[in-house]
């Protein structure tokens, strides 16, 4: 892929800002950062369109708590055709970590990860979606 290069003129607040964000995402360089800032708006109007995305629903619990491993099963059979896999991730002796690679339409993954998250015994969660082609 070849790269175009242009010149951008920004107000000094606003450059001040994308330093910092250079350095605090220790990109090489400004370049890489507009870059990233640019498919990052890309992937959310994705979302907001309803387009085909990919992505990740993370969860943390307590496989202690009452039927979590079933019910977080449950829902991902119900939601079959998104779910590519899950892996099972044995933290320590109480916590397990999940993580299940989805794709499909954004709303429809946004439902099934909040069906999720929502379920009684999990802890944290968190989808993280990003564009197909």
Known sequence: MSVIRF?????EHLMNALDKYVMENKFPNRSRAIRNLIEKNIVEKKWKCNNEVAGAIVL???????????????????FHKYVLSAQHVHLDHDM????????????QLTELADKLIALKGVQHGKLVMTKTE
């Open 7 to 11: 010149g951008v003129s920004l107000e």
């Open 60 to 78: 943390l619990y307590d496989h202690h708590k009452r039927d979590i491993t079933t019910k977080t099963n449950s829902v991902q059979h119900e």
């Open 96 to 107: 397990c970590l999940e993580t299940i690679v989805v794709k499909g339409k954004a709303k």
